[in-house]
């Protein structure tokens, strides 16, 4: 184990060595520990710093030759090192991995030859979504972002955008569509106004401020145009890449999210390798 490369080129994938900029960067086998237990226990990033310092078999598996009773890093570490490695580098530690486990003869190589490969629903971490709620986030996140970059807007509809926020969720309790329809229509002709000012004062400002406009404004303009019954709708702002997936659950028959597939080897029952 101690003679097996578990990284490779991964160190010069993820910038590891000195930095220049201060103290040495945290051992890569510790931060890919982290990532490992925070996946394999279904952690937050401040859950996972808190409970490895607690945890002798979690820091003697990070690398840790000691017990060391403080947080091994700053929770938005984590967060920033998942960034930096990307998706090469995620792709190296997996080769890495599989071929130190070959090395030390825990899985034959015969058992990678067939692999058994499955889709599922990977759920973000979005709120459930309502056409009102997106509406009115997206009024909400246009007007802060004009008033940001300097611009002046007529109206802002803060209050009014609220107000009709929380009507429409009683309207939907009581089951009252009609006047739920009207005040969705409301909402959209409130977004649609702040969009055309934005639209029209923008031109004013700097390419860049611009550029960091556009990207919002056309989600919102997106959602403003779409309807009930439309393909390819953006539920949430925040991460148009969410999709409706019906899988057929009697408890939950829509759930949002991407679709990920994983896949594992055909490995035989005495194999070492999970």
């Not at 003679?3 to 930095?19: C, H, I, K, N, P």
């Not at 840790?64 to 190296?92: H, N, S, W």
């Not at 899988?247 to 597939?261: H, L, M, S, T």
Request: glycine share 6%; aromatic share 6%.
């Amino acid at each position: 184990m101690e003679e097996a490369d578990l990284f490779g080129t991964t160190l010069q994938l993820v910038g590891g060595g000195v930095s220049n900029r201060g103290r040495p960067r945290l051992p890569i086998r510790l931060m890919v520990a982290l990532l490992y237990l925070k996946h394999a226990f279904d952690l937050s990033d401040e859950e996972l710093v808190l409970r490895w310092s607690e945890n002798v078999v979690w820091q003697f598996f990070s690398g840790m030759a000691y017990y060391t009773p403080k947080l091994p890093c700053d929770a938005t570490q984590i967060g920033r090192f998942r960034r930096v490695l990307g998706e090469a580098g995620v792709e190296q530690l997996l080769k890495s991995t599989i071929e130190a486990a070959v090395a030390m003869k825990a899985v034959d190589k015969r058992e990678f030859e067939r692999v058994i490969v499955d889709s599922t629903v990977q759920e973000k971490a979005i709120a459930h979504p309502t056409d009102s709620r997106l509406l009115e986030v997206a009024r909400e996140k246009i007007a802060r972002l004009a008033k940001r970059a300097g611009i002046q807007l007529k109206l802002t509809h803060a209050r009014e955008g609220k107000t009709l926020r929380r009507r429409a969720a009683g309207y939907a309790h009581a089951k009252q569509f009609k006047r739920l329809k009207r005040v969705l229509r409301r909402q959209r002709t409130i977004l649609g106004s702040l969009l055309r000012e934005v639209r029209r004062k923008m031109t004013a400002l700097p390419q860049a401020a611009q550029d960091g406009l556009t990207v919002w404004l056309e989600r919102a303009e997106r959602l403003h145009a779409q309807k009930p019954h439309d393909k390819g709708k953006l539920y949430a702002l925040h991460a148009p890449e969410v999709e409706c997936i019906g899988k057929g659950k009697a408890r939950q028959p829509y759930e949002f999210g991407v679709k990920v597939c994983g896949f594992r080897p055909n490995v035989t029952a005495d194999s070492e390798i999970v």
